[in-house]
T-cell receptor, first 112, second 113 residues
Framework: TQLLEQSPQFLSIQEGENLTVYCNSSSVFSSLQWYRQEPGEGPVLLVT?????EVKKLKRLTFQFGDARKDSSLHITAAQPGDTGLYLC????????????FGQGTTLQVKP | ETGVTQSPTHLIKTRGQQVTLRCSSQSGHNTVSWYQQALGQGPQFIFQYYREEENGRGNFPPRFSGLQFPNYSSELNVNALELDDSALYLC????????????FGPGTRLTVT
């Protein structure tokens, strides 16, 4: 069974601080996605990484896919209160099927 | 372009009852996947429908069943509800089963008492 371990589960930081969220597995994934979810809403796709070693930037967010395609990280620079939410990583298994396996999520609170 | 919609928003049922949840996929998308998200957890894959056929299933019992219609909208049916079925049920649509990007609806919050 493929699993994604996400850490930390909870993060409470002050505005302006940097943070990194990790997503690890012993399995290879064909692609890995990061979502952000607000209370009472569905997850919203932030980024998809496909190639081992790939780095993608979205404003203050930097996403990296591990060389072996088993792990990923999300780094936020100078966090803002608007970044508060649940961050989820999701992998698509060794072959691209669209049947996503999600991590447990990281709840981020950014205090002004 | 209309996004993914789900109905109802909230639902309260009694243990043993049956429930049907509905999802309209985003325009142009022919694949719908359903996920269950328990409180404080990440979503878990229930099953996927592609061109009106089930195209893969997660570790859920047969009392979870689904349908996809010719317009690609979909239903999730749960029979003999149990307390542990209380969760947020999410549907996601995509252009095809192998498309990386899935677009999620707002979910249906089911409470079983």
């Amino acid at each position: 069974t493929q699993l994604l371990e996400q850490s930390p589960q909870f993060l409470s930081i002050q505005e302006g601080e940097n943070l990194t969220v990790y997503c690890n597995s012993s399995s290879v994934f064909s692609s890995l996605q990061w979502y952000r979810q607000e209370p009472g809403e569905g997850p919203v796709l932030l980024v998809t990484v496909v190639t081992g070693g790939e780095v993608k930037k979205l404003k203050r967010l930097t996403f990296q896919f591990g060389d072996a395609r088993k792990d990923s990280s999300l780094h936020i620079t100078a966090a803002q209160p608007g970044d508060t939410g649940l961050y989820l990583c999701a992998g698509d298994g060794a072959s691209n099927t669209g049947k996503l396996i999600f991590g447990q999520g990281t709840t981020l609170q950014v205090k002004p | 372009e209309t996004g993914v919609t789900q109905s109802p928003t909230h639902l309260i049922k009694t243990r043993g009852q049956q429930v049907t949840l509905r999802c309209s996929s985003q325009s142009g998308h022919n694949t719908v996947s359903w996920y269950q998200q328990a409180l404080g957890q990440g979503p878990q894959f229930i099953f996927q429908y592609y061109r009106e056929e089930e195209n893969g299933r997660g570790n859920f019992p047969p009392r979870f069943s689904g349908l996809q219609f010719p317009n690609y909208s979909s239903e999730l049916n749960v029979n003999a509800l149990e307390l542990d079925d209380s969760a947020l049920y999410l549907c996601a649509s995509s252009f095809s089963p192998g498309t990386y990007e899935q677009y999620f609806g707002p979910g249906t919050r089911l409470t079983v008492t």
